[in-house]
């Protein structure tokens, strides 16, 4: 075998790489003194409590999952955050599929190598999210629509798991509509992948996509649509319209920026050079990965533009950007940079457990702008400060007003939902607990409320009786501390 020859990693190589990172990221979430849950997770933890079709502006799938793997292996933070772990490696082999189908089994190798390694899936793997079980979605779809265009005897058969997949992907979050709408655009303008998408491929793929999704469609009907309400505030394009063009391109920058990030300066760079040759475009392979990738790019990037956009909001691009950078990688045998973008990414993973475990357990010795993980500092802390004064007063309703923080106080104290309240004054409906809690219907009823920012006068003032239970700080860092002040309140007078 010539040098030329070898493949860039070597089978073995790249297999001991794989469990040697599965088995370090289950010991960061498992070994390792864990990061606290955010508040995203402690939602999703809850709503996984409490089984339903959709939970206001979330899918269920990722719900579902945690309530799976923490009924097998019990409620702790690794628990959790194990099905992130699975559903990665689900896509990894997915994406070695799709490069072996689309250009040669080497492909497919370093694809997988490549994804599984990125700064994005090393931050995403440390926690739950509705990312992952959208991106195997994304990718499976991608696979069947590969295989549907070969128009074999089982065309209909790929279709079947091209609407599963579709729905499998809207279960685990909403994004999974832009491979619809990009293969749609794709079919429209290139003669060649438009050979997959028959009549009758496209309503098998339709109706299974339909099937699938159900559980969730049903439940927004039941619920008079709160989903569709959520997109629109998230998008929330009208703030924007004021802005200055120094904030736009500020914001538009950031987006970009955290772009590079999330791939690597490495990878983002040859991306960028393989938009530019014309050769790429001519090659149904790079056109496809290119069009499954560059619409919801540029759509997310105007919403920067015009208002903001999280950096993961655009994940799903990367999984065709990275096959086309692995194909490009293998097809040129730059095995040099190969290695050195491997090697880069391995080495930002290990920084960025680092970074979130130095603060354990000693934050405050931290400024908190050193600390990317400063959001998710102390919340653990006010849960357990809370737990004992709910535990004192059982018969108590626990009323709260922000939401990231009621998940994490609900997690840490187990105190039920059936027994929480969401403070909201003027009736609208912007979160989960605003759609499942209430005030009951007792007028003898005592409660306990638990902030830690805003004033709390303006509710206590809606109460016959409040007495100031407990007032302190949790300190996170050296120059950030989270306030918490407790109340017991009784005779609600109603809203104002």
Known sequence: MTRSDRPLFGLWTVLGLVLALTVFRFWVNAGLDPLPLSGDEAQYWLYGEHPAGGYYSKPPLLPWLMRLSTELFGASAWAMRLPTLVLHLGVALCLYAIGRDLFQREVG?????????????????????????????????????????????????????????????????????AWVLAVALIAAFDPYWRQACSTRGVLVGLAAALVTVSPNLVWNALNGFPTITHLGENANLGVGAARAWTDRAGELGAFLGSQ????????????????????????????????????????????????????????????????????????????????????????AMIAIVAIAHANQPEPTAWSRLWDPFRLLRGVDQIGDQVAPLLAAEPDRWLLMTDRMLMANVL?????????????????????????????????????????SRGDPAAITARFDRAELWLRTEVQTHADRALPLVVYRLEGFQGYP
């Open 260 to 347: 590079v990030g999330v791939f690597g300066p490495i990878a983002a760079a040859i991306l960028v050079w393989l938009w530019s040759r014309p050769w790429a475009w001519r090659e149904p392979a790079f056109r496809l990965l290119f069009g499954l990738g560059l619409p919801l790019l540029l759509i997310i990037a105007t919403q920067a533009w015009l208002n903001r956009a999280n950096a993961n909001w655009a994940a799903p691009v990367y999984l065709g950007f990275t096959l086309a950078v692995a194909a490009w990688l293998v097809r040129t045998q730059h095995r040099r940079l190969a290695h050195w973008l491997v090697g880069t990414n391995l080495a």
């Open 109 to 177: 190798v370093v694809a997988a190598l490549v994804y599984l390694t990125t700064p994005a899936i090393s931050v995403s793997s440390m926690f739950a999210s509705t990312d992952p079980p959208m991106l195997l979605g994304w990718a499976l779809a991608t696979l069947a629509l590969i295989r549907a265009q070969r128009r074999s005897r089982a065309h209909l058969g790929w279709w079947t798991l091209i609407g599963f997949a579709v729905g499998f992907g809207l279960l685990g979050k909403y994004t999974m509509i």
């Open 411 to 451: 997690e840490r104290t187990s105190w039920p939902l059936e027994r929480a309240i969401m403070w909201n004054p003027d009736g609208r409906i912007t979160n989960h607990f605003d759609l499942v809690t209430a005030f009951p219907d007792d007028a003898d009823a005592r409660f306990l409320l638990v902030m």
